[in-house]
């Protein structure tokens, strides 16, 4: 070791670290309050309190985050790069006070300080910079690299703006606002890195020079800066990095325009720079033909590769070996440009000829697939590119001369040829992405058993003909049980410390250990003990909705939830109906009847695309739904329903440790895997769903007496739209309960009926989700979720035991999946 210059022993004192113990702890809170906030100790408030805090805690991070990239960069594993267009974070202060394992003294800390931590904790503002379960998936998965010391480190895009915030109007429509998440001053989460910057290209003329090579030049040139985000693991030092990259102007101002006297235009051109990272585009399953997006998906790639290769080169080593060095998920075909990008360093910057080049691309990149829905693989326009990035055309079409000799694997098949080229024929031609990830990359996989099966047998059946079954493999998805237990139910992680005798981190870092929970299925007290928890789960919830939307809510009440983004193919719409439908029902009861009900409270919450004309007025039919419903005073203490507003990853901590039973009702075949239903049944709540993506795999766990499984399955699916578009059959007579609902929303019994005709009308005509196929089966399993329920001790027992056997959800498994069976990279920590 070498010591820097100095007295070694003042030094060694100096990098002795922090200390933890309370009194440390509140004095380097009250530090931030005077130093970094300038601000008084004798008049803050929570923001400050939260503020403090977190600089605070940051300090910790800090510390660990240099150790672990010190020693990243002397041993010099085998790295992976997580490539995601959507990391959705949610708060930090919490998790990282978790997995530092310095909660208690936090709390006792500011405790003593006149402040409680719930309060401050509520201060923070969701990073929000994803969609829903991609981006989402992308966060538990980083939080598990960093736990299972492996190295990896995600890239992404620093947007100013995250996903809009939702609004309901007083007609009960969604409103966007924009959600500008940093402006509550600094981010202590982020590490601006002036020094790492990075020129990215856009448009000008490739020139192709002798042989494969070419010259790139003119255009426009765009700055790309770091800011790096510490990803502490759980319970070790490891702590990890998310690099995100803002886009910035090459020079603050074009000075040409500026002397010239036309200032407008100057600020113009720093602007557009700045637009690439302004904003995530709110769409989750379409989002392509916009140039901006183009732009911020090679801004993107083009900044991180370049990251990629000089931490590369710094290792000294021979390019051939560089897939030794580096593995590279792209998750979804969003980063593929990465593929034409390291292409491009290859042949032009490093002179590596073509074919080495590809195969050392080839043994880089790995693919995963997250929807099979056709109309969400990514298509972009030819034109488009050739103006965009006219050399990563060029070697697109490289790439699909070479492809070109699928030909002769398969002579005379030109529907086949056709389905597997790059190039979609048309006007425009468009270059289909999800084509070029699975042939440059090493591996493909999906997310869930069906979903990789449906992956291999329809999208990318040519390619299993073409490379064999082994390329095309399967990731079931994970969740953090950090986040996902002991950060949103306390209560409960604490409880099954006790009854297992093991201290949490047992079980948080080998999920498989609740199965120890069976053992205790049939102990009343731990039933019991058990029940409450959930009980004040629910108080918990009702307290916020009170305190947010001024609404009363009866906690006695089965809650029902579903929560995700508004598609059809998720089928909020069936949900509603099926509301609908009890509600009608229960009008139709005598008084006496209805006392005999079980009754329900439902939740919704969710954003639909800003353009998603369908999915919106799915909202505003809940909302207003609610409104009748709620004030119906023969129904308001049986039926009760709620769209809460701006769903976000912290809203779901409070909803999911509050649910009985949770929905995942997509039609068979369309959900590639779902991640909350295994946060629903982590924390003890029951599924009601198809037979469609991980619900499959949790019954497989949990065993189908403790799931509520209805609908038709994926294989009969085809067949049942064929029937509905060439021998339709009117809903009254297909489904006369759901013709009745529907014909109540016509007439107005929830506002205006005409304006849900829209929504209405995909039902009746061509049914493309089929809900007139899966309505009867639907309303019987919500039956029998309602027998079930009244039978208390029998739905403890089968919220036991649905948690305890979540074992293979953990995220941890999933990672270390991806770890040996991809990346080929190892577990290593600092000292
Ligand atoms: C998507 C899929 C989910 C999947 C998730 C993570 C795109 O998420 O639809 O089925 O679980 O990726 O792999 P979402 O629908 O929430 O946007």
Request: proline residues 5%.
């Amino acid at each position: 070791e070498k010591w820097p210059k100095g007295d070694e022993k003042v030094w060694r004192t100096a990098l002795r670290g922090l200390d933890t113990d309370v009194p440390s702890i509140t004095k380097s809170v009250v530090n931030h309050v005077q130093t970094s906030l300038a601000r008084q100790a004798y008049n803050l408030d929570n923001l400050g309190a939260y503020q403090a805090a977190a600089l605070s805690v940051r300090d910790n991070l800090i510390l660990n985050w240099n150790d672990t990239q010190m020693h990243y960069t002397r041993k010099a594993p085998k790295r992976a790069y997580y490539l995601s267009l959507e990391f959705l974070m949610g708060r930090t202060l919490d998790n990282a006070l978790l997995n530092l394992g310095l909660k208690d003294k936090y709390q006792e800390g500011v405790h003593q300080l006149g402040f409680n931590l719930e309060d401050i904790l509520e201060q923070e503002r969701d990073a929000a910079l994803g969609n829903g379960g991609l981006g989402r998936l992308a966060a538990c998965y980083l939080d598990s690299s960093a736990s299972q010391e492996l190295p990896v480190w995600g890239y992404g895009l620093r947007y100013k703006y995250g996903i809009f915030q939702q609004l309901i109007g007083p007609d009960g429509s969604q409103l966007e606002a924009p959600d500008p998440w940093l402006q509550q001053g600094d981010n202590p989460w982020e590490l601006p890195r002036l020094d790492v910057t990075y020129e990215v290209r856009f448009y000008g003329h490739a020139e192709r020079l002798d042989g494969m090579k070419a010259i790139w030049s003119g255009g426009q040139e765009v700055v790309a800066m770091a800011y790096d985000t510490m990803i502490p693991g759980y319970d070790t030092k490891s702590t990890n990095n998310l690099r995100l990259w803002e886009s910035k102007p090459k020079r603050g101002f074009d000075l040409q325009s500026f002397n010239a006297g036309d200032y407008e235009r100057a600020v113009e051109s720093s602007n557009s720079a700045e637009a690439i990272t302004s904003v995530l585009y709110p769409n989750d399953h379409t989002t392509f033909g916009k140039e901006l997006r183009l732009k911020q998906q090679y801004f993107w790639t083009a900044a991180s590769l370049a990251d990629i290769m000089r931490r590369f080169k710094n290792l000294g080593k021979p390019i051939t070996e560089f897939p030794d060095y580096v593995a590279i998920q792209l998750n979804d075909t969003h980063p593929t440009l990465a593929i034409p990008e390291l292409m491009r360093i290859f042949i032009d910057e490093e002179d590596v000829p073509w074919d080495a080049a590809w195969q050392l691309v080839t043994n880089t990149f790995f693919f995963t697939n997250h929807t099979v829905l056709p109309e969400a693989l990514e298509k972009w326009p030819v034109p488009l590119m050739q103006s965009l990035l006219p050399r990563h055309m060029q070697i697109i079409f490289d790439i699909h001369y070479l492809h070109v000799a699928v030909e002769k694997k398969f002579p005379g098949d030109r529907d086949k040829f056709a389905r597997m080229s790059l190039i979609e024929e048309g006007y425009p031609q468009q270059v289909r992405m999800a084509n070029l990830a699975c042939i440059g990359s090493r591996k493909v996989n999906g997310v869930a058993e069906l979903h990789s099966e449906l992956v291999r047998t329809t999208i990318m059946k040519d390619f299993v003909d073409y490379y064999g079954i082994s390329k095309f493999a399967n990731v079931t998805n994970g969740i953090t049980p950090r986040r996902w237990l002991d950060q949103c139910n306390p209560g409960l992680s604490k409880l099954i410390s006790e009854t297992l005798k093991l201290p949490k981190a047992a079980f948080l870092k080998d999920l498989f250990k609740l199965e120890g929970l069976l053992k205790f299925v049939d102990d009343p007290i731990f039933q019991k003990k058990w029940a409450a928890i959930k009980q004040s789960n629910k108080e918990r919830l009702a307290h916020y909705v009170e305190t947010t939307l001024g609404l009363k809510i009866n906690t006695h009440a089965m809650f029902d939830v579903q929560i995700k983004r508004l598609h059809e193919y998720k089928r909020q719409t069936l949900n509603i109906m099926g509301v609908i439908h009890r509600y009608l029902t229960l009008k139709d009861m005598t008084p006496e009847q209805r006392k005999t009900v079980n009754p329900k409270v439902v939740f919704f919450a969710g954003k639909a695309a800003p353009g998603y004309y369908i999915a919106k007025l799915t909202i505003r039919l809940i909302v207003n739904a609610a409104r009748i419903i709620n004030s119906d005073p023969e129904t308001k203490d049986i039926l009760q329903l709620y769209f809460l507003p701006d769903y976000s990853v912290s809203l779901a901590e409070v909803l999911i440790p509050a649910s009985d039973i949770s929905q995942h009702i997509s039609t068979a075949g369309t959900e590639a895997s779902g991640t909350s239903n295994m946060k629903f049944c982590l924390n003890g709540g029951l599924l009601v769903g198809t037979v469609d993506g991980a619900n499959i795999e949790i019954a497989e766990e949990v065993g189908e007496n403790n799931v509520f499984f209805f609908g038709h399955l994926t294989p009969a699916v085809e067949d049942l739209r064929y029937q509905h578009m060439y021998h339709a059959v009117p809903i009254e007579q297909k489904c006369p309960p759901l013709a009745r609902v529907l014909n109540e929303v016509s007439a107005g019994r929830f506002g205006d009926g005409s304006v849900y005709e829209p929504l209405l009308n995909t039902i009746r005509q061509h049914d493309y989700y089929l809900l007139t196929e899966d309505f009867d089966s639907y309303i019987q399993a919500l039956q029998l979720v309602d027998e079930a329920y009244q039978d208390r001790t029998e739905w403890i027992k089968k919220s036991i035991r649905t948690s305890a056997k979540m074992g293979k959800f953990s995220s941890d498994r999933a990672i270390q999946d991806y770890a040996q069976e991809y990346w080929n990279i190892e577990s290593t920590k600092p000292e």
